[in-house]
Nanobody, 121 residues
């Protein structure tokens, strides 16, 4: 079973920066894509950024030009560097990982518990 632990959320002023981390732990799996999504109350969970196993990335419109996703495959960890933060970036940010179980090749999808990011003066 894959477990995800997120860190790095908090309160920041507009224009500030935060770096989120999400580490996957467990054994017997191979990770493919890793990504970040965010959700505000009453709305759907939206893509922030996603990075494939080979390093290709895609970003949601709100993140383009301000956020950067990266990953450390040796540590099974994905990062989200968020710069020039705006009040509308306030949300709960969730890490998502998908991959395959090595023994069965079954696909798995795991979500982190979420970390709150608040942008406010």
């Amino acid at each position: 079973q894959v477990q995800l632990v997120e860190s790095g959320g908090g309160v920041v002023q507009p224009g500030g920066s935060l770096r989120l981390s999400c580490a996957a732990s467990g054994s017997g799996f191979r990770i493919n894509a890793m990504g970040w999504y965010r959700q505000v109350p009453g709305k759907e969970r939206d893509l922030v950024a996603r990075i494939a196993s080979g390093g290709s990335t895609n970003y949601g419109d709100a993140a383009k030009g301000r956020f950067t996703i990266s990953r450390d495959n040796a540590k099974n960890t994905v990062y989200l560097q968020m710069n020039s933060l705006k009040p509308e970036d306030t949300a709960v940010y969730y890490c998502k990982v998908d991959g395959r179980v090595l023994t069965t090749m079954a696909v798995f999808i795991s979500w982190g518990q979420g970390t709150q990011v608040t942008v406010s003066s």
